[in-house]
């Protein structure tokens, strides 16, 4: 029996009689692995660096750990589920109030698991709070968003609730080339001819 590790996943490989079999064991760092969808349209259900405005309070939540491997332990919560834990391990840090301004950082596609029937992908929208005492943060927007699934992605699109979320502007332009202008034609009058 030997000990492999690969990816944060412990893997033990047996040799018995000539077969291979290989176990693997979920070690606390194995888990989804998050990739940036940010510049896909196909994913792109919140629009990528645009501020929003939350339309009703909603928790700031601290998990206990990046279980998603997003790049942050913060996540919104709706203030419906105000009686419940959010999971265990996770607290509840302060309620931010209707009228918080957010901007759309990134879009990640987090794999749920890499075996049938979770192998699909849950698009997770990543926002920094613009204002307030937690100004500065990222936060993920999933669980206070509505969820599609689309099929021909084999994943789970975030969009933005409705009652949650409102786009208050639009992405920064890129700078455009300026076209050079339109070539303009001298006409000489009759008044202005040279006489000679």
Same mark, same amino acid.
């Given at each position: ?5 690969? &990816? ?8 018995? %009689? ?22 896909? *349209? ?12 939350? @339309?009703?309070?909603?928790? @700031? ?22 009686? %419940? ?15 918080? $301004? ?24 990543? *926002? ?24 021909? @992605? &084999?994943?789970? @699109? ?5 009652? $949650? ?7 920064? $332009? ?19 001819? &040279?006489?000679?």
């Amino acid at each position: 029996m030997r000990k492999i590790a690969y &990816n944060g996943c412990v893997f033990w490989r047996i040799e018995v %009689a000539g077969l291979i079999v290989v176990m693997s064991v979920m070690a606390s760092g194995c888990g989804p692995v998050a990739r940036d969808v940010t510049g896909d *349209a196909r994913y792109a259900k919140y629009t990528p660096a645009a501020s929003y405005t939350l @339309l009703a309070a909603a928790k @700031l939540v601290r998990a206990k750990d990046d279980r998603f491997r997003t790049g942050t332990r913060y996540y919104l919560g709706k203030m419906e589920d105000d009686g %419940a834990d959010p999971r265990p391990g996770d607290e509840v840090l302060a309620t931010l109030p209707a009228g918080t $301004q957010l901007r759309m950082d990134r879009l990640l596609a987090c794999r749920v698991s890499p075996h049938p029937p979770r192998s699909w992908e849950v698009v997770r929208p990543l *926002a920094r709070i613009l204002d307030g005492p937690y100004a500065g943060t990222v936060v993920d927007l999933t669980e206070i968003s509505h969820h599609k699934l689309v099929r021909e @992605l &084999n994943a789970d @699109l975030a969009l933005p609730a409705s009652s $949650q979320l409102r786009r208050t502007s639009p992405p920064p $332009q890129r700078p455009t080339a300026h076209a050079p202008p339109a070539p303009t034609t001298a006409r000489a009058s009759s008044a202005t001819t &040279n006489r000679l």
